[in-house]
Structure formats: structure tokens, C-alpha cells
């Protein structure tokens, strides 16, 4: 648990982004962390997406490519940009497009933007990518809610261009995780 004070700062941070949200217009990046139930944002990704272009929404998933940037200024045609995930157990190499080993005494990295494209399941290649979970703390483990999703885990987003993470040691080891941390929102 998080001492209250720490609490009570992401509490008015993540008002902050909901109220800049609601008083002038939908974010170009969404700072994902600041969601309580991140599920809804995604399915309301795929949603959009389905609404769009009548596809039905179960027929959907989420494709995933990192940006070299920090935060973007402009409206993605389909999808979402999201900020505010971490790499455990990795980091992102921003000159290689790749995960690659953490820096020594570094237990965390920063991800880029990512940009969420929803997609049809059959046309998403898994081919050559390396699957990490997005956990919502770094516990790495949650329990099934009424809901039927983990109170931890959120989704599993596919890297490409990565290099291989067995000959890198960290195969299995990667999660990214969504700390609530104050910083630029």
C-alpha cells in the first residue's frame, strides 16, 4: 500500500488529467496508469475501431507499436497513444527500437509512447515478437474480480523488433508495469 500522502498526490494528479480530459479535448496520449479499470479504456479502443469500420468487436485485438518519443502531439487515424508504463526486468533501447538488458542497478525503465492499433485478430502476426505482461503493480500476481479480470493483470503486449530475449537472460523475467507516479502528465 502506498503511505497516504503518495495517495493523495496521484489522486489529484490522475483529476487533473480526467478534468483536462473533460474541459478542453480527448488527449492525443493517454496517460493510461491514471485509469482505475484500465480493461474498459482498451475495450473502449477496439470499440471505436469496430464502430468505425462495422466490425464486430469480438473479432478484434490490440497490435502494439513503441514510438521514440516521450509523448506525441497529434491524433493517431485508428487506435490510441498511451504513456505512464514501466519495463521491470528490461529496458527499451530507443536507437535499436528493441528491449534489451536493464543498465545495471536500474530495477525500472520508462517506456515510450505506445500506440495501440486495433486490428482483426488473424491479420496480427505474432511472428518474431516477445510478449510481456502489463501488470498494474509490480506484485505480478492479482486475484479474478466479479468482473472476471485479474485486480493486477491488464493485457500482453507483443514487441517486435526485439532482440532474443533468451540470449539477453530475461526471457520470462520482462513485465511492464503501470505505477501511479507523478511526473509529466
Known amino acids: 500500500l502506498k503511505p497516504l500522502g503518495s495517495y493523495v498526490n496521484d489522486l489529484v494528479a490522475r483529476l487533473k488529467f480526467l478534468r483536462a480530459w473533460f474541459d478542453e479535448d480527448k488527449p492525443t496520449c493517454f496517460w493510461i496508469s491514471a485509469f482505475y479499470f484500465n ?44 504513456r505512464g508504463l514501466f519495463l521491470e526486468g ?18 525500472y525503465d520508462t ?15 505474432t511472428e518474431g515478437k516477445y510478449v510481456s505482461p502489463v501488470y498494474k503493480t509490480s506484485a505480478r500476481q492479482g486475484q479474478l474480480s466479479t468482473t472476471g479480470h485479474s485486480t493486477n493483470f491488464v493485457l500482453a503486449i507483443k514487441h517486435t523488433d526485439t532482440e532474443t530475449p533468451e540470449t539477453l537472460g530475461i526471457a520470462g523475467n520482462v513485465s511492464v508495469v503501470q505505477f501511479r507516479r507523478l511526473g509529466k502528465r
Open 90 to 107: 528490461a529496458r527499451w533501447d530507443n536507437k535499436k527500437m528493441s528491449l534489451t538488458e536493464s543498465y545495471p542497478k536500474i530495477l
Open 111 to 125: 517506456m515510450p509512447v505506445i500506440w495501440l492499433k486495433p486490428a482483426i485478430k488473424a491479420e496480427i502476426s
Open 39 to 82: 480493461q474498459a479504456f482498451l475495450t473502449g479502443v477496439k470499440q471505436n475501431y469496430a464502430r468505425r469500420y462495422t466490425i464486430p468487436i469480438d473479432k478484434l485485438d490490440l497490435d502494439f507499436e513503441v514510438l521514440p518519443c516521450e509523448d506525441i502531439d497529434t491524433h493517431p487515424e485508428d487506435g490510441a497513444y498511451v
